[in-house]
């Protein structure tokens, strides 16, 4: 009987698929990534791996697994914590879990985008105070209508903030390796050539892009200074493509308006000094997290499995 291991515990029928599939499924069990030394013990014997961002799957980890091992699920789009070149070079399968999240993170992405511009989180905290009516200048922030949004990373997700931007009256340009003259066309969006266009022009900057060596603080301090000193930023992406440090001092000296982060370099922790700015709004890398979305992630991740142990190619499968 095959033996899939499913790092931490998911919702959804995706446990359910695996154990209906006759596989011997082991979940673990406890609110938290389960700790290396413990993951490179069940991983022994595992013909498959439901795995989640916070396991590395390196050539210790396919060592450790043994023989047996034919695939590793990521229970997420982003594949940073796979070693690519380890895993092709055992030839095993790779998935992850793309388009089923891709409406929760856009989503959040809006949420994330609103809560900053109209400064939800401050006023929420003093409302709580019970102490402040309303004022003819307290608490102002920036209307979206007419705005231009800045899409850094036009694939999935950066596809549909853009068309949620659109939908909001904004103006919406974007920058990417490649240029998709069809969503152009169809959504209304122009292309910058070089990020640096893109960045000077935008009220709001929205992250979409993979972490890649190349994509590794693709906002710096150089990058953060050709925005505007009312512009927002907002990540969704992973927490590296911005240098936190560099974000902390710019935000601390009114370089830009603001900020909001659903992800981190170093999560859970934030850089030193951002927890306590007020132009910032931050989320524990909860984007995906939609009953609908983490459900769909389960079960696709589970259905990556049984297709690989039934010598059927992924779903969808990662590559280098
Ligand atoms: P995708 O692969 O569909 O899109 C990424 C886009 O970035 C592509 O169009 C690609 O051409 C472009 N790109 C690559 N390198 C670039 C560069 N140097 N400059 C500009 N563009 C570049 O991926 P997706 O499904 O849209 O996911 C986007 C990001 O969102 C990923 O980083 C993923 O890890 C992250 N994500 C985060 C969460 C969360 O919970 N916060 C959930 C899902 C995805």
């Known amino acids: 009987?095959?033996?899939?291991?499913?790092?931490?515990?998911?919702?959804?029928?995706?446990?359910?698929?695996?154990?209906?599939?006759?596989?011997?499924?082991?979940?673990?069990?406890?609110d938290s990534p389960m700790e290396r030394a413990e993951?490179?013990?069940?991983?022994?014997?595992?013909?498959?791996?439901?795995?989640?961002?916070q396991d590395k799957v390196d050539e210790e980890f396919i060592k450790a697994a043994g023989s047996n091992l034919k695939v590793v699920a990521n229970f997420a789009v982003g594949f940073d914590n796979f070693k690519m070149e380890d895993i092709q070079n055992h030839n095993l399968a790779a998935t992850n879990t793309p388009d089923v999240?891709?409406?929760?993170?856009?989503?959040?992405?809006?949420?994330?985008?609103?809560?900053?511009?109209?400064?939800?989180v401050e006023a929420d905290?003093?409302?709580?105070?019970?102490?402040?009516?309303f004022g003819p200048e307290v608490l102002l922030g920036m209307e979206l209508k007419g705005k231009t949004l800045g899409v850094l990373g036009l694939g999935r997700i950066g596809g549909r903030v853009a068309e949620i931007g659109k939908c909001m009256g904004m103006n919406v340009i974007y920058y990417d390796v490649k240029q998709n003259s069809e969503f152009e066309q169809k959504v209304g969006a122009a292309f910058k050539a070089v990020p640096e266009d893109l960045l000077k022009e935008a009220?709001?900057?929205?992250?979409?892009?993979?972490l890649l060596d190349s994509t590794k603080h693709l906002m710096n301090a150089e990058r953060l200074g050709m925005m505007k000193n009312?512009?927002?930023?907002?990540?969704?992406?992973?927490?590296?493509?911005?240098?936190?440090?560099?974000?902390?001092?710019?935000?601390?000296?009114?370089?830009?308006a603001g900020a909001a982060l659903d992800v981190f370099e170093n999560e859970p922790k934030l850089a030193p000094g951002l927890e306590?700015?007020?132009n910032i709004v931050v989320t524990p890398h909860i984007a995906s997290a939609t009953i609908e979305a983490r459900s769909a992630m389960g079960e696709l991740a589970a259905k990556n499995i049984m297709a690989v142990l039934n010598g059927e190619p992924p779903l969808t499968p990662v590559h280098k």
Do not use: W
Not at 8 to 29: M, S, T
Not at 39 to 50: A, E, F, R, S, T
Not at 101 to 120: G, N, P, Q, S
């Open 203 to 210: 009220d709001v900057v929205s992250v979409h892009v993979p």
């Open 39 to 53: 993951l490179l013990q069940k991983v022994v014997g595992c013909d498959g791996v439901l795995t989640q961002l």
């Open 1 to 30: 009987m095959a033996k899939v291991l499913v790092t931490r515990k998911i919702p959804g029928n995706g446990v359910k698929i695996l154990q209906d599939a006759g596989y011997e499924v082991e979940v673990g069990q406890q």
């Open 125 to 133: 905290i003093i409302a709580h105070k019970q102490s402040q009516a």
């Open 276 to 278: 306590s700015l007020m």
């Open 230 to 256: 009312t512009a927002y930023l907002v990540n969704t992406s992973r927490g590296p493509v911005v240098d936190e440090a560099a974000l902390t001092q710019a935000l601390k000296d009114h370089v830009i």
């Open 101 to 120: 999240l891709t409406e929760a993170v856009a989503e959040h992405t809006f949420a994330l985008i609103f809560a900053i511009t109209r400064r939800v």
